[in-house]
């Protein structure tokens, strides 16, 4: 037996899993994605820099900001989705490591003052930290619909004006409706992905 | 009740779970690995392109080629986990999209015959990859040291000479050892990283 974690809880989150491309009417609170941040914040980063920051897509208004921004097959499965998350990365992350990594004081001021350290750290820890989100959904028995199809420069300048923060993923988020999953692709397996030296 | 997954996983995957700094001599076996890979690889990547490599360090001598490029402060703790796995991005993974997409079988030789379009989105899903796999490393009841204090051109040259793959993470894996965890940062509330528009 390999695993510790039990077969019901393996299915949940990875076998029976899918991509999900419909959504039912069944509503999502701000609490439940809330939740799912609460539990998934827990698992590592770097330094502990937390890079990570999710934007609750919800009003039928702030939807069409977004859809607007999609490729056109990603637009009518997110206006299907009674919540969408903007996952995206925060470039000023460092200002709140003396706070999360308080035993390398100086990090904010040295290696992470320098903004393209802090674009190419923020953005690998970021998209661990996404890879925890997209299993915390499921584990809250939610289907998710991450897409990378659409206009990242389009949906930071709708959504972060500043510039501070920088879209990695669009996450659909419901419970799945009518033909919601398509058949899942084959994968690399073990012996093709894993070698030992 | 915000989860379907029970309690007891989700103290596994994330509140119980911690870094280890120390690793007992308990082995861990390459089957152990790929059991972990074989579950984790059935989460989501962008057009299913899969471009995580796992690459097993566990002899002496592999482990010393490693630790020469490791920042000091990770170095003793290396050399007493029983398998380290360095995760890559293979920068060439749209050989394999044909197969892996094939729904979409130009994308190998357009949108991604091109370096810098690899780079950007293998590096991202090989990142969402390597999420799944540190959560999945404690699925199989095993401790994960996640480190990112190293020359990575220097490991990327002593493992990967020809260039084709990136290291993006190392992580030491076994069983805690003595004192092998260090108390959990802070982490940003979800009132902090999360805001609904």
Chains 1, 2 share one sequence.
């Not at 997110?78 to 709140?96: G, K, M």
């Not at 290696?111 to 923020?122: I, K, L, Q």
């Not at 289907?143 to 206009?151: F, I, K, R, S, V």
Request: no cysteine; hydrophobic share 45%.
């Amino acid at each position: 037996m390999a695993f510790v974690l039990d077969e019901t809880a393996q299915n949940l989150l990875f076998r029976e899993a899918h991509t999900a491309n419909t959504f039912s009417d069944a509503p999502v609170t701000d609490e439940q994605i809330k939740a799912v941040y609460d539990l998934v914040k827990l698992a590592p980063t770097a330094f502990n820099q937390s890079p990570l920051r999710v934007t609750l897509v919800r009003t039928p208004e702030a939807r069409e900001r977004l859809v607007q921004h999609l490729a056109d097959g990603n637009k009518a499965k997110t206006r299907t989705a009674p919540i969408t998350a903007i996952l995206s990365v925060d470039l000023e992350f460092h200002e709140r490591l003396p706070e999360l990594f308080p035993v390398m004081p100086a990090l904010k001021d040295t290696v992470f003052a320098d903004a393209d350290a802090r674009e190419a750290n923020g953005r690998f820890n970021a998209a661990l930290q996404a890879g925890y989100f997209i299993l915390g959904v499921r584990a809250a028995g939610l289907a998710a619909g991450p897409m990378t199809g659409l206009d990242f420069e389009g949906v930071d300048k709708e959504f972060f004006g500043d510039g501070r923060q920088k879209t990695l993923l669009v996450v659909n988020i419901g419970h799945p409706g009518p033909d919601a999953f398509r058949p899942r692709g084959p994968r690399l397996s073990a012996d093709e992905a894993v070698t030992t030296v």
